[in-house]
């Protein structure tokens, strides 16, 4: 019986962390949302499985991304090209760095 008991404690805790383990590995899943300075109000939407959205004052667009360490690569529908981010994470405020130095960077967004 303790053998039984023991094995069903190890599956639950193999589930368990495998669950866990789906949710933390997309670090940008959720929407997050903020105020630039140039396009109003920003809300960028993950969905963890590489679709997104952005919206702000004047513009809507569906895309797609993928993430390689600390960068997002995201691909706008709208957009000629894909856009390379330095992201960064603290508590619930994402930074949203493009690399090229030429598309807009997003700073302080906050998760909703």
Do not use: P, R
Request: hydrophobic share 35%; net charge negative; charged share 25%.
């Amino acid at each position: 019986m303790k053998k039984l008991t023991a094995a069903i404690l190890c599956i639950i805790m193999v589930l368990t962390l495998a669950a866990c383990g789906g949710e933390s590995g997309d670090a940008l899943k959720g929407t997050w949302s903020g105020t630039h300075s140039d396009y109003g109000t920003v809300t960028w939407k993950f969905d963890g499985k590489g679709k997104c959205e952005m919206e702000n004052d004047f513009f809507q667009g569906e895309g797609t991304y993928t993430i390689d360490g600390e960068q997002v690569t995201i691909k706008l529908e709208l957009w000629d090209n894909e856009v390379v981010y330095d992201f960064s994470i603290s508590g619930k405020s994402l930074n949203l760095t493009a690399t090229d130095q030429l598309a807009a960077d997003y700073e302080n967004l906050t998760k909703k």
